[in-house]
């Protein structure tokens, strides 16, 4: 028996993750997996019902359990409280250090049904298969940040950018492991002509890469990685990046595969793992069973496949994914002229359909 944390969050979280446990419910049946959900509170609903957006016992929930689902954090109401009491502040980033989940996961797979609804040419992105691994404990977003009056007039915000070498050998080393078992090609992404940090990132993962000759090490510059995703994105392999160059990055690959909303995560590196959908609460369709619920469905299989070790359930999720796409089932976000545009709960009604199915 596998605990299992759910935070459905704000906004959209709430639509798509009840679609996301009822296909793990199914696969579990399906299967003869054995789990147990735990519902908790974070963010808006936590903070008006205990006081805190991450609160104690929604902590202690996740420490306790085998696996947490998130759906997303960040809402209207949330924005107008101080900075401190912000989710993204005062709950994803504390929920990610207390886990110890240093490293972000994002697949981003081209699939073919899809290969239209993206913005981008079809010769430009057939044949897309890229692994991100985005460091998600440090850098910028944990640095000291401070605001100071100036004599001169006006105010000064200081945000501290920290890397130590424990932490990129421990993230590029998941990269190469996984680089192993795939194409063998790493690019390490920085911004090593301006930044510090950036140098000594650069210099770790050369050092690192003495112990896997077997991949093909290329180090790019931020800048650049933001131009050949779009320019050629078939050339990556696995790329492994710090946190705010991974954070911006992934989203602009989402386009790749389409939408934010076909786009899962895994955060990793501590005892317990943390999936999510790679997208935030999209306030502006939230509410109207309008959300694409594929990228947390497809979070869940890389539940099964990294934390439980259950091929069979993610595999048989995913290819219900793909047989749905490609019988011309789709979200208004991933909509093309003639297909049949569905809601969130059809969508995820039709992937347990299939995988009833199959
Ligand atoms: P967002 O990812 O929520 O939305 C960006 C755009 O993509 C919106 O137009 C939205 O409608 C669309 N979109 C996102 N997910 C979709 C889905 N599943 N189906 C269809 N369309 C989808 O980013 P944002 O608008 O910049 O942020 C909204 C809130 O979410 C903010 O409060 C932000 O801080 C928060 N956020 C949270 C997370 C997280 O919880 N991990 C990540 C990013 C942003």
Redesign the pocket.
Known sequence: MYKIAVLA????GRE?VPEAVSTLQLVAQKFNYSFEFQEALVSEDAYEKLGHPLPAETLKICQEANAVL?G????PK??TLPAELR??RAA?LPLRKELGLFANLRPIRVYDSLITASTLKTEVIKDVDIAVFRELTGGLYFGAKKREVLESGGEQAIDTLVYNTEEIIRIARLAFEAARGRRKRLTSVDKANVLESSRLWRETVTALSKEYPDVELTHMYVDNCAMQLVRWPAQFDVIVTENMFGDILTDQASMLTG???MLPSASIGGKVALY??A???????AGQN????L?TILSIALMLRFSFKYNEGAKIIEKAVYKVLKEGYR???IMSEGLNKVGTTQMGELVRQTIQKL
């Open positions: 969050g704000d906004g959209i798509i998130l997303a954090v960040g809402s949330m924005d989710p993204e994803l939408s934010l909303g999510e959908p997208h935030g609460s999209a306030p502006d369709i309008l959300a694409n619920p990228a979200t208004a976000d």
